[in-house]
């Protein structure tokens, strides 16, 4: 890994203070080593990968489409809008819209319905809004020349097929820069980021699903988060909730950051109202995460509930609580608590078992390697440590706010520096903390968050869903580029989990078989 060394200007006459000897209002860094962002050839062969494997799926979406009848032949359907009925115009290339139509398939039969003709029916508010809006306004301005050569739903399913495997090879480009700051290695963040292109789900990064968009914004938004990009961070994980309603769950990461500041503000710092400060922050940042969801359920319930008498109205309007997605999840597609404990459900939990028994080796081997990080939620973690991660763990970025608020207090030369510091710089006399890698204490918000979303996955959701659910979750090909290293034959298995899945994936799901 790169390395970079960097001094503070100190004044003449004084000596290096460690860092746990500072006072609280002493804001100047110590000497640090901080890691950047790997080699520039690093990151160009994790943004290659990331093409040839969307490349390799759409390969392999033509050969399977061309050598195989698809299961359900009524995706080229195209019922016109309750809103506005007209018949479609001719076409030049009816065959090249035909070509694209066919892979509208699952869910994307959603997504292109919502972006033509908005929210007709009550179960199409199971899917955010993100995805079809970006779809919308992509076909109504850079395809809209081709609506005349091959129809309005075409150019609809095109643009989908764009926007999303755009948007994965940046959610790749920001995977491979997040795992370099966490686990401090850009060799074992290399190999973490090409397992992310080559993940099992693979296939609905290339279709017009919403899983791309999330990732780029989840992904994309912790980055921001733990290189002290706090409002950057709300803005994209406050979008990702507009792609998919799982996140609301990286409002966690900001929980966890809020928790670990107020304990250091309580018992290190013994300032009460810069505790006060940083809840009251953490909570509108949450709120923030949550407001798109929130929104998104109201505008629900304003379209179906409103202007309908008591007896008309759907049985989730009269509820205390009219959560409009809970109760699609319920009603329509059975999700519940235990609900798909079946016999007859067997295949799809082997369909799911591996990604779930990943997801809880990965757990296991963190709580068993250090449990007394992994069980105090990080709160006994070292100085040192913590110190390596500051801005999820200390007051750090809180103390500068505080020196933007109020400049007077400190001088302009201390306050340059802070601002072109480092948030996850490391001290240079705790460089073996780099050799932790998977079990460094800057995994645990986010192997919480998965232990959480696997539990899901598995109690509640339609378990074969989790292939796809979990394969936005760091932590998974972290884990598994910690165990390619240590055993030489899992590195086999991996990789032929991968390859099994993307070609079964693209095999079945691309001719409307049921997959995950």
């Given amino acids: 890994m790169t390395l970079k060394v960097v001094a503070t200007d100190r004044p003449r006459g004084h000596s290096h203070t460690p860092s746990s000897n500072r006072s609280a209002t002493d804001l100047r860094p110590p000497m640090t080593i901080t890691p950047t962002f790997g080699s520039k050839r690093h990151q160009s062969l994790v943004l290659r990968s990331s093409i040839l494997s969307r490349l390799l ?6 050969v399977w489409r061309t050598l195989l009848t698809p299961y359900d032949t009524s995706a080229p359907l195209n019922p016109s809008c309750l809103s ?18 066919r892979g509208v398939v699952w869910d994307s039969v959603y997504f292109l319905r919502i972006a033509h003709c908005g929210y007709e029916y009550e179960q199409s508010y199971a899917f955010l ?9 992509l076909s109504r301005t850079v395809f809209a020349p081709l609506v005349p050569l091959i129809g309005y739903r075409a150019v609809l399913g095109l643009s989908g097929y764009v926007i999303n495997n755009l948007t994965f090879v940046f959610a790749a480009i920001y995977f491979y820069k997040l795992s370099v700051i966490i686990l401090k290695d850009s060799d074992s963040a290399l ?7 080559f993940n099992p789900a693979s296939v609905f990064y290339s279709a017009i699903y919403s899983e791309s968009l999330y990732a780029l914004f989840s992904i994309g938004g912790i980055y921001h ?4 990009g706090n409002s950057i961070a709300v803005l994209l994980l406050a979008l990702s909730t507009c792609a998919r309603s799982n996140g609301v769950l990286n409002a966690g990461y900001f929980c966890f950051q809020t928790l670990h500041q107020a304990y250091d503000a309580v018992f290190v710092k013994r300032h009460a109202y810069l505790a006060v400060q940083v809840l009251i922050s953490g909570a509108l940042r949450c709120i923030c995460i949550f407001t798109p969801f929130i929104a998104f ?15 008309e109205m759907r049985p989730w309007c009269k509820a205390r609580l009219p959560l409009l997605y809970n109760y699609i999840q319920s009603h329509y597609w059975g999700v519940g608590f235990l609900r798909y404990f079946q016999l007859k459900q067997l295949p799809n939990f082997l369909l799911a078992s591996p990604i779930l028994s990943l997801a809880l080796c990965s757990i296991v081997y963190y709580a068993k390697s250090r449990p007394e990080i992994f069980f105090s939620l990080g709160l006994l973690a070292s100085v040192e440590e913590k110190n390596s991660s500051a801005v999820l763990f200390s007051l750090e970025t809180v103390q500068r706010s505080s020196i933007a608020r109020f400049p007077g207090r400190h001088n302009l030369r201390q306050r340059k520096h802070m601002t072109r510091g480092d948030p996850v710089a490391l001290p240079l006399e705790n460089d073996s903390l780099a050799k932790l890698g998977y079990l460094t204490v800057s995994c645990l918000p986010f ?19 989790a292939t796809r659910f979990l394969s936005a979750s760091p932590p998974l090909y972290w884990f598994a580029s910690n165990l390619m290293v240590q055993r030489k034959r899992w590195a086999y298995l991996i990789w032929a989990y991968s390859a ?3 070609l079964l994936g693209s095999l079945l799901f691309s001719n409307f078989y049921p997959f995950t």
């Fill in 84 to 101: 506005h009925h007209h018949d479609p115009p001719p076409i030049l290339f009816p065959s090249v819209a035909s070509a694209v139509e």
């Fill in 57 to 62: 799926l759409l390969a392999l979406t033509i």
């Fill in 191 to 197: 190999r973490a980021s090409i397992l992310f292109c």
């Fill in 447 to 465: 192997i919480l968050q998965l232990a959480f979303m696997a539990a899901t996955a598995f109690f509640v959701m339609h378990v074969q869903v």
């Fill in 129 to 137: 809004p993100l995805l079809p809006l970006t779809i919308s306004f």
């Fill in 297 to 311: 359920q109201a505008y629900g319930y304003y379209n179906i509930c409103l202007g309908d008498s008591i007896d």
């Fill in 225 to 228: 988060l733990v290189t002290g």
């Fill in 500 to 502: 099994a899945y993307i």
